[in-house]
């Protein structure tokens, strides 16, 4: 039975993956290295640490991420901040019916606390979230399971009464290790085998989500 469902943010709730790889790649033509995208891709859906690392893997030790990672959040934050994030298409109407149906809502994001809680706030999203589990929050990162257990534990429900929202890989791969069933809504990366065998559906928007959890919900109450 879904007592609950919890949303990633960037990809999600937000249309911000995009944004970010296109200031990733300007920090590129400006500086001269290339292949950011495809390093981006790999992070998707990881906290800064884990980031962070991927960047010195693939650059090299001596790469200078930290001052290359403070021009990209400048960047992005210029087209951003206020209100300016485009949430993606059936949000407000998805938190709304779920709000109306009685379930709790949390978020779990490998982003950062501060800057998650503006961004929401800032869209008029804040409300409807019972619970808020962040990238700094917690030890490990998606894959790993720990963010989609803290957020149930939050949310006090059971992995398994819980019903994750993810669009990256290894945001699916978190919320199916912890006992989540999983939808994936694509963002950036389309979803292969291993994507198709963890997720319980893949659906193309929000809208389609918020149809296919009210037959499930209607299927329940039978």
């Known amino acids: ?20 790889i296109e200031c990733w790649k300007k920090v590129a033509g400006e500086k001269g290295f290339t292949g950011v995208e495809d390093v981006c ?11 962070r ?6 650059y090299g030790e001596d790469f200078p991420y930290d001052t290359y990672e403070r021009e990209m959040a400048g960047l992005f934050h210029e087209k951003a901040d ?5 949430k993606k298409a059936g949000v407000d109407a998805l938190l709304t019916f779920l709000k109306e149906r009685g379930l709790k809502i949390a978020l779990a994001t490998s982003s950062k606390e501060r800057t998650v809680r503006r961004e929401i706030e800032e869209a008029g999203l804040l409300s409807y979230f019972d619970a808020i589990v962040c990238g ?8 790993e399971p720990d963010i989609y257990l803290k957020a149930c534990e939050c949310l006090q429900v059971e992995p398994e009464n819980a019903c994750a929202v993810e669009d990256s890989f290894n945001g699916v791969r978190s919320a199916t290790r912890a006992g989540l069933s999983c939808i994936m809504v ?10 198709r065998e963890l997720a319980c559906c893949i659906l193309p928007s929000l809208l389609e989500v918020k149809e296919y959890l009210k037959e499930r919900l209607a299927e329940e109450q039978v």
Request: hydrophobic share 40%.
């Open 1 to 20: 039975m879904i007592q609950a469902v919890v949303f990633d943010m960037d990809g999600v709730i937000f249309d911000s993956e995009r944004l970010v």
């Open 41 to 51: 891709c790999i992070c998707l859906g990881t906290n800064d640490v884990q980031t």
């Open 53 to 58: 690392a991927k960047f010195l893997e693939v």
């Open 82 to 86: 206020g209100g300016q994030l485009p």
């Open 136 to 143: 700094d929050m917690i030890r490990r990162s998606k894959p």
């Open 186 to 195: 694509p963002d950036i990366k389309q979803p292969d085998e291993e994507m």
